[in-house]
């Protein structure tokens, strides 16, 4: 009785495992990835709001933004706001990616185990980044405003000492409804990301396999992965930044001394006005920033997500 109980504890143990999988190791892969890209994600948040505090003024370039954070608050300040980053990438990323796997699974083995087409990846993708950005929208508030808060005049800052006192802070300010500033566009944005960096990447890893004769008995090859990844990387950026753009200035935006109103009222009025004063070309403000983040971020995920998932397998051996 006593093996036999041991055995369905180890079985059960094994189920667990095994569902947690895309969760556990997509999470960890997506948190290390935005702890090392932390630097190129705060200065990609500077220049998207740089048009709005600095009207008619051309945006500065990546390593100007750096440098000048560097002159003003030390190195350190580069990783301002990490803490709320990995707080997000916590449930934002474990969630996102998780899913996606989680669903892709599902509708492959629905298909008889035949690859899905893009179709289907994209509604995972978008069904995934949906779902997710919903749970880890607050995460998000916290990291754009401890980012930007440098940004306005010493009167003007929040001052925020972590990622708790930015929620507790804004809930007690503003409510907890200000937690949610800027859901839709972030909703949009977490489809269009995972649209461009998942449902991209698996039906580019198809296609360089095929360029570079990979087989894939074993998974994918290096080169594969890293052709599949930059290529995901770029359309994960391009998708996504017009959307990230009009969250990042929902998510910072405060409401004028004088009048007590806030610089937009939605995100059509945020975009329309974006329109009006940076003309189309500003929806991609911040292009270079952008993708500087987005590539190393999504390859970093990618490749790093097939190692951890090998040593999580390990772990969990029968």
Same mark, same amino acid.
């Given at each position: 009785?006593?093996?036999?109980?041991?055995?369905?504890?180890?079985?059960?143990? $094994?189920?667990?495992?095994?569902?947690?999988?895309?969760?556990?190791?997509?999470?960890?892969?997506?948190?290390?990835?935005?702890?090392?890209?932390?630097?190129?994600?705060?200065?990609?948040?500077?220049?998207?709001?740089?048009?709005?505090?600095?009207?008619?003024?051309?945006?500065?370039?990546?390593?100007?933004?750096?440098?000048?954070?560097?002159?003003?608050?030390?190195?350190?300040? !580069?990783?301002?706001?990490? #803490?709320?980053?990995?707080?997000?990438?916590?449930?934002?990323?474990?969630?996102?990616?998780? =899913?996606?796997?989680?669903?892709? #699974?599902?509708?492959?083995? *629905?298909?008889?185990?035949?690859?899905?087409?893009?179709?289907?990846?994209?509604?995972?993708?978008?069904?995934?980044? &949906?779902?997710?950005?919903?749970?880890?929208?607050?995460?998000?508030?916290?990291?754009?405003?401890?980012?930007?808060?440098?940004?306005? +005049?010493? /009167?003007? %800052? %929040?001052?925020?000492?972590?990622?708790?006192?930015?929620? !507790?802070?804004?809930? /007690?300010?503003?409510?907890?409804?200000?937690? *949610?500033?800027?859901?839709?566009?972030?909703?949009?944005?977490?489809?269009?990301?995972?649209?461009?960096? =998942?449902?991209?990447?698996?039906?580019?890893?198809?296609?360089?396999?095929?360029?570079?004769? #990979? +087989?894939?008995?074993?998974?994918?090859?290096?080169?594969?992965? $890293?052709?599949?990844?930059?290529?995901?990387?770029?359309?994960?950026?391009?998708?996504?930044?017009?959307?990230?753009?009009?969250?990042?200035?929902?998510?910072?935006?405060?409401?004028?001394?004088?009048?007590? /109103?806030?610089? *937009?009222?939605?995100?059509?009025?945020?975009?329309?006005? !974006?329109?009006?004063? @940076?003309?189309?070309?500003?929806?991609?403000?911040?292009?270079?920033?952008?993708?500087?983040?987005?590539?190393?971020?999504?390859?970093?995920? =990618?490749?790093?997500? @097939?190692?951890?998932?090998? &040593?999580? %397998?390990?772990?969990? /051996?029968?």
């Amino acid at each position: 009785f006593f093996f036999l109980a041991t055995d369905q504890s180890r079985s059960t143990t $094994m189920g667990v495992a095994k569902t947690a999988e895309p969760f556990v190791c997509g999470g960890s892969a997506a948190t290390f990835a935005s702890v090392v890209i932390h630097p190129i994600d705060l200065a990609k948040v500077r220049m998207q709001l740089y048009g709005q505090l600095n009207p008619g003024k051309p945006i500065p370039g990546f390593g100007t933004i750096i440098q000048n954070i560097v002159k003003k608050d030390g190195v350190t300040a !580069i990783y301002k706001g990490v #803490d709320a980053a990995i707080g997000r990438q916590m449930v934002y990323g474990t969630a996102r990616i998780g =899913l996606h796997r989680t669903f892709s #699974d599902a509708l492959v083995k *629905y298909n008889d185990g035949k690859p899905v087409n893009f179709l289907t990846k994209t509604l995972s993708g978008m069904a995934s980044g &949906a779902i997710a950005v919903c749970i880890g929208t607050p995460f998000d508030i916290a990291l754009v405003r401890l980012q930007s808060d440098s940004m306005a +005049p010493k /009167k003007d %800052r %929040r001052n925020y000492k972590n990622v708790f006192d930015a929620f !507790i802070r804004t809930t /007690k300010e503003e409510g907890i409804g200000a937690l *949610y500033k800027g859901l839709a566009p972030n909703i949009l944005r977490g489809m269009s990301m995972n649209v461009g960096m =998942l449902a991209c990447y698996d039906q580019a890893k198809e296609m360089v396999a095929k360029l570079l004769n #990979d +087989p894939m008995t074993n998974g994918p090859t290096l080169p594969t992965k $890293m052709g599949s990844s930059a290529i995901a990387g770029f359309t994960a950026a391009l998708f996504s930044l017009p959307f990230d753009l009009i969250k990042s200035r929902l998510m910072a935006q405060k409401p004028c001394p004088e009048t007590g /109103k806030m610089p *937009y009222s939605g995100v059509a009025d945020c975009a329309i006005q !974006i329109f009006k004063k @940076e003309g189309p070309l500003g929806f991609f403000g911040g292009f270079s920033a952008y993708y500087g983040r987005c590539a190393p971020h999504a390859m970093i995920i =990618l490749l790093s997500i @097939e190692s951890i998932t090998q &040593a999580y %397998r390990d772990a969990f /051996k029968p």
